[in-house]
């Protein structure tokens, strides 16, 4: 056969599929199955991904609930440009926003008590990463991510933007700390 002369036998696709061809599929579609199944396992018995919930907001909306927390919460300042430090009360509502290239403000909380965490962006996507623990939540303007916290070791804990954002994106570092 080539490519110039038609095949002698012209139906030569067409023939029975061979049993390894058909094994190999049913294993490939097993293990597709098996993944499947494994996402919903894995969210409940693994531990590893965060339940969240997400509403619908705006920039202005959003940066004025955080704006009311600071404005009650702030304990003192840090750093070079001065950030609020904000220690809401255990249990209740905590904000942070994301913008180029900050994360504001820096939050306070006390170790074994729970929060929910309020995430948004004031301008485009950013990546919420809480070194050293292993957490990673996108964070878009337009929404809000709820994500319920327990801090259960005392220290100090950087928020890292992992979402490429622009020229300052290796700069956008924020700071929660966890008191005993
Ligand atoms: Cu914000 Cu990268």
Redesign the pocket.
Known sequence: MSALMPPSDRLWWKEPIEKVELLWIALALLWAVLMFAMMPYWHVYGKQNLSNEAYKTTPEAYQKKVQAMVDQYTVRTDGVRNFPVVRPPAGSDIYML?R??DWWPVLELEKDKSYRLHLSSMDWQ??FSLQPANINLQVLPGYEMVVTLTPNKAGEYSVV??????IG?HK?VGRIYVTE
């Not at 933007?161 to 622009?166: A, I, L």
Request: proline content about 0%.
């Open positions: 994301a180029l290239w950013h990546g933007c992992n979402e490429y954002c622009g994106h956008m």
